[in-house]
């Protein structure tokens, strides 16, 4: 075990690293784009005025 580990290099573990950042980020980003997720979650401004009591 600890000759597996010795062998480890830790400057190639970066580049999975950063590969799993970014396919997770590009995911996230097209969910959001293609999810419409803006127009689901935003609240009209006409219903913030009429919750603060202003017309």
Not at 14 to 25: D, S
């Amino acid at each position: 075990m600890w000759d597996s580990i010795n062998g480890f290099d830790i400057n190639k573990a970066g580049y999975p690293i950063v590969g799993v950042f970014l396919v997770t980020w590009v995911n996230a980003l097209a969910i959001w784009k293609l999810g419409h997720l803006v127009k689901k979650w935003s609240i009209p401004a006409t219903t913030v005025q009429h919750r603060r009591g202003s017309s």
